[in-house]
């Protein structure tokens, strides 16, 4: 066990510590920028298939819990993949972002428990 990813996996999302490289930190005044891609490892619904990397799709911006006063912005890049033989798109299908909202799941699910007091 990794204690480095452990202690990632109390601060961040987990599926983004699973499934995703974490390829640059940046530091802006009170704000804190995370930039993730998604890991080269198709579907495992896919598995069967003879799946072609096809790069990422547009980045997505996601504010997070603020972490030690700072604002935090997590910065993801989905993959896809083409099926070889279909040429069918392949993706995953990730809920990271509550519906309506710019956030994750938890932050928004937090700021509306605090939000009935």
Known sequence: ??????LLKLVLPELLVDF???MKVEKQNETLHLYFEELNKPPTEHIHKELISKGFHDEITIQDFPLRGKHVFLHVKRRRWT??????IIQRDWNIVAKGTRMTDEFA?????????
């Open 109 to 117: 699910s937090f700021l509306k428990q605090i939000s009935r007091f």
């Open 1 to 6: 066990m990794d204690p480095q990813i452990e």
């Open 20 to 22: 995703f490289d974490l």
């Open 83 to 88: 099926d070889k033989s279909t040429k069918e």
